[in-house]
C-alpha cells in the first residue's frame, strides 16, 4: 500500500518494520481528541482562506462523520496507516475525495500529536480532580459520623495517644486536598495549544494559532514552536502527580487491610469489597484494598518510563516519544479505576468503635497527658517524662494500667500527684482536651471540618 509519505521511497518498508513502528494498536485512544482537534484546525483553515469556504465545510462534513463513527465504534483502523492521525486522514479522503488532502495543510503530525495529548491530558486531570472530591466527600462524611470515636493513634506501629477516628479519616482527606491541588496547578501547563508549530519551526501560512486555541478551550499557546513539539512535561507531571496520589490510596488501603485482620478487627469490609478463598471456605479477603496497594507498581513505573524516555532526546520531535502513551493511558485507566472504587468501599467499611475504644483503655495511651499534668504542676517537662516512664514501668510489671494504680502509689512516684489526675488519663478526656490548632480535641476538630468543608467548595 502506497505510504501517505511514500513519495521520497524507492522501497516497500521491511514486513516487521510497520509494526514496530506503528502506534496505531493504542494511540485509536486518540481519535476523538484528534477529530477534535482536526476540526478546529479546519474552521481556521477556512476563517483564514487557507482553504475555500466549500472545502471546509467538505472537510467538517467528513471529520462529523468520522466522529459518530468513532462514538458508535464503527471505525477500523490499519497498521499499514500506522498512527491514528494517518488513519484518520487516509479515512476522510475514502469519504470526501481528494480535499481530505488538504486537512494536513499548514500542521505536521508532530504539533497534532502534542495537540492531541494536551486534550487527551486536559480530560484526564479534570476526571482524575472530579473523583478524587468523591472520596474526600466520603471521608468527611465518615469523619462526622466518627467524632465521638476514640482510637489509638499510632507511631512506629506502637500505640501512641489516643485520637478520634475523625481526625484519622480527615489526614487522609487533607492528603487528597493536596493532589487535587497539585493536578489544578498541573492544569495551567496542560492547558496550552501546541497546534501551529507545524513539524518544529511553524509555518508560513497565515494560520491563526489564537483562534484554534480558543475553538479547543486552550488557555493559551505555546510561545516557542520548538517547545512545543518536544515538550512532554505535562505527561511527567501527570505522572508524578498520580504516583503520589496513588501512594496516598495506596496507604489508605494498608491501614484498611491491617484494620479488617482479626489482630486489629478495627473495621469490617463490605461483602462486596471482599472476596474468599478457593480452600479455605472461612476467608474473606481484602483484595480490593490490595489491589489498590499493588497498582502503585505500575504507575510509578510509569513515571521512571516516560522520565527516562525524554532524558536524552535532542531538540526536537523524535519517534522516542511515542513512547508516551501506553503509560499515560495505562496510568488514567488505573487512577480512575482506583477512585471509583474507593469512595463506596469507604462508604460502605463497618466500624468495630467498642474494639477501638478497649484497644485505648488497655494501652498507656494517657502517658503524655499524665506527664502534661505534672508540667501544669510545676514540674519540668524532662523530669515528668522521667517519673511517668518509671510509672509505666511499675505497670508493666505489675500487669495493670494506669488507672489502677493507687494514688498513695502515685505519690511515692511524684508529691504532685492528687486526686484530679484520674481525670486526664481518661483517652475520651485526653482527646477532647487537646485544644491546639489541627488537634483531635473537640474544638479543633469542628474548625477542621468547617475548613474541609470550604476546601472541598475550592474550584
Ligand atoms: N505516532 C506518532 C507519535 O505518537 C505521531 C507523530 C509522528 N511524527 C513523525 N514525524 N513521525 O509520536
Redesign the pocket.
Known amino acids: 500500500m502506497e505510504k501517505l509519505w511514500g513519495g521520497r521511497f524507492q522501497k516497500q518498508t521491511h514486513q516487521l518494520v510497520d509494526e514496530y513502528t506503528a ?1 496505531i494498536a493504542f ?1 485509536q485512544e486518540l481519535a476523538l481528541v484528534d477529530l477534535a482537534g482536526s476540526q478546529a484546525h479546519v474552521k481556521m483553515l477556512t476563517a483564514k482562506g487557507i482553504v475555500t469556504a466549500e472545502e471546509g465545510q467538505t472537510l467538517l462534513e467528513g471529520l462529523w462523520e468520522l466522529e459518530r463513527r468513532a462514538k458508535a465504534g464503527e471505525l477500523t483502523f490499519d497498521v499499514a496507516h ?2 491514528i ?1 494517518m488513519n484518520l486522514e487516509h479515512q476522510l479522503t475514502q469519504l470526501v475525495g481528494p480535499v481530505g488532502g488538504k486537512l494536513h495543510t499548514a500542521r ?3 504539533d497534532q ?1 502534542a495537540l492531541d495529548m494536551h486534550l487527551y491530558t486536559r480530560e484526564a486531570v479534570d476526571q482524575v480532580m472530579t473523583k478524587i472530591r468523591s472520596v474526600q466527600q466520603v471521608l468527611v462524611n465518615l469523619a462526622e459520623t466518627h467524632r465521638n470515636t476514640v482510637l489509638p493513634g499510632y507511631t512506629h506501629l506502637q500505640r501512641a495517644q489516643p485520637v478520634s477516628l475523625a481526625h484519622h479519616w480527615l489526614a487522609y482527606a487533607w492528603m487528597l486536598q493536596r493532589d487535587w491541588q497539585r493536578f489544578r496547578d498541573s492544569r495551567s501547563r496542560v492547558n496550552l495549544c501546541p497546534l501551529g508549530a507545524g ?1 518544529l519551526a511553524g509555518t508560513s501560512f497565515p494560520i491563526d494559532r489564537q483562534q484554534v486555541a480558543a475553538e479547543l478551550g486552550f488557555d493559551g499557546v505555546y510561545a516557542n514552536s520548538m517547545d512545543a513539539v518536544s515538550d512532554r512535561d505535562f505527561v511527567v507531571e501527570f505522572l508524578a502527580n498520580a504516583s503520589l496520589l496513588i501512594m496516598h490510596i495506596s496507604r489508605l488501603s494498608e491501614e484498611l487491610v491491617l484494620w479488617s485482620s482479626e489482630e486489629y478487627k478495627f473495621i469490617e469490609l463490605d461483602d462486596a469489597f471482599s472476596t474468599g478463598s478457593s480452600i479455605m471456605p472461612q476467608k474473606k479477603n481484602p483484595d480490593v484494598a490490595e489491589l489498590l496497594r499493588g497498582k502503585t507498581g505500575r504507575v510509578y513505573g510509569h513515571l521512571m518510563g516516560i522520565l527516562t524516555v525524554l532524558k536524552g532526546l535532542p531538540m526536537t ?1 523524535n ?1 522516542d ?2 513512547e508516551d ?1 501506553e503509560g499515560l493511558f495505562d496510568t488514567v485507566k488505573t487512577l480512575l479505576g482506583a477512585l471509583d472504587l474507593l469512595a463506596p468501599m469507604m462508604e460502605s467499611i463497618t466500624v468495630h468503635a467498642s474494639t477501638m475504644e478497649k484497644a485505648v483503655q488497655k494501652d498507656f495511651a494517657c502517658a503524655v497527658d499524665l506527664a502534661d499534668y505534672l508540667v501544669r504542676k510545676g514540674m519540668p517537662f524532662r523530669e515528668a517524662h522521667g517519673v511517668v516512664g518509671r510509672i509505666v514501668f511499675h505497670c508493666i510489671e505489675q500487669g495493670v494500667y494506669m488507672p489502677d494504680v493507687l494514688l498513695q502509689q502515685y505519690q511515692e512516684f511524684s508529691s504532685l500527684f492528687a486526686e484530679d489526675l484520674y481525670d486526664v488519663i481518661q483517652p475520651r478526656a485526653a482527646v477532647k482536651n487537646r485544644s491546639s490548632q489541627g488537634s483531635t480535641g473537640s474544638a479543633a476538630m469542628e474548625e477542621q471540618l468547617q475548613a474541609i468543608k470550604a476546601a472541598l467548595q475550592e474550584s
Open positions: 502506534s494511540d500506522e498512527d492521525h505536521s503530525r508532530n500529536v513539524a520531535y519517534k516519544m511515542q502513551k
